[in-house]
């Protein structure tokens, strides 16, 4: 029997930001598709409902999934799932502090070794050493995704997860408004809030369903989240795995404001984020930047181990550190 024709094309656009540069009205437009859009901005978090630039700049089609209200009239509802709600994130912040611990120090151990100059007599083992501290850093990574995972999935399994009927009634309602979208978009904010919020209403992005994102929604809708900021005043400043994303678009890790948040003239630096990363593509998402990625519904648009590949002509972090141009090979 011949083989079933693929699917039909899934759209991912992700966008630069929005604040200064709008351009997500005019990618919706040129999307061959009518109807609602799912709006998602529950980053803004309070703001959540000053909707209406948004609405407007979505030709006033958009429908507000309203998930930060929805998960505030949830845990004020529900004493039981607030109180799970409140051990998920004092679990997550105590592993958060442990990892960045043991983070930096790999980070810097990686940095140090770069810049050992090895002797010539000792051939082979400064490779050796940048290979090992390089697994080593991958280790902590690993050790912190299983972590989350762990306590996502037992969070999940909790009776009063299972067992609240106000946040079954608020999932149903969000997956019936995502069931009769024409599109989805996730904008930016605290990608933290996006991520517990769209993890608590059970968000599920229509796999045939065109989706428009920028900032912490370009995030969210990748996987991994990874965090990061080489200009911040205190703390960690090793870029940071922060959770695991919706995975639409699998083996992409966006770099929201580029520019302003990396030292990208510090090859070294960047040298050692991409190699952190090699299975993946890090993509600079600056003001005015279009990125739209289209593949085949059974996934044969991606890569080598499901990761999916920019579109020809995006900026992407290459291995040695440079911002380079993605040719399609």
């Not at 043991?102 to 083992?125: E, I, K």
């Amino acid at each position: 029997m011949p083989d079933d024709p693929p699917g039909p094309p899934v759209t991912t656009v992700l966008l630069g930001p929005q604040r200064f540069t709008t351009t997500v009205q005019t990618v919706l437009r040129s999307l061959p598709v009518d109807g609602p859009v799912a709006m998602v901005n529950a980053g803004w978090e309070e703001r959540e409902a000053d909707d209406a630039e948004l609405a407007g700049l979505l030709d006033h089609r958009g429908v507000n999934l309203r998930l930060y209200q929805r998960a505030v009239e949830v845990l004020a509802s529900d004493r039981a799932l607030r109180r799970v709600a409140l051990e998920h994130r004092t679990a997550h912040a105590e592993l958060r502090a442990f990892y960045g611990i043991r983070l930096q120090a790999a980070w810097d151990t990686v940095l140090a070794v770069r810049r050992r100059t090895s002797r010539p007599s000792t051939p082979g083992v400064a490779e050796g050493a940048l290979r090992s501290a390089l697994q080593a850093l991958r280790d902590v990574d690993d050790w912190y995704a299983f972590e989350v995972g762990r306590i996502v999935a037992a969070t999940a399994a909790s009776d009063a997860v299972r067992s609240s009927a106000v946040l079954a009634r608020h999932r149903g309602e969000v997956a019936e408004t995502l069931a009769g979208a024409s599109v989805v978009v996730l904008a930016g904010g605290h990608v933290g809030v996006l991520m517990d919020t769209v993890r608590l209403l059970e968000v599920a992005l229509p796999a045939g369903t065109p989706v428009i994102a920028w900032s912490a929604g370009a995030m969210a809708v990748c996987d991994p989240v990874v965090l990061f900021h080489d200009f911040a005043p205190q703390g960690v400043t090793a870029p940071e795995v922060h959770d695991r994303g919706l995975g639409r678009l699998r083996g992409v890790i966006p770099l929201p404001h580029a520019r302003r948040r990396l030292a990208l003239d510090h090859h070294e630096r960047m040298a050692v984020f991409a190699e952190r990363f090699a299975g993946h593509r890090l993509v600079p998402l600056d003001d005015g930047t279009v990125l739209r990625f289209v593949a085949p519904a059974d996934g044969s648009g991606h890569g080598p181990g499901g990761v999916m590949d920019p579109p020809e002509g995006a900026r992407v972090l290459g291995r040695d550190g440079t911002v380079r141009t993605w040719a399609a090979s």
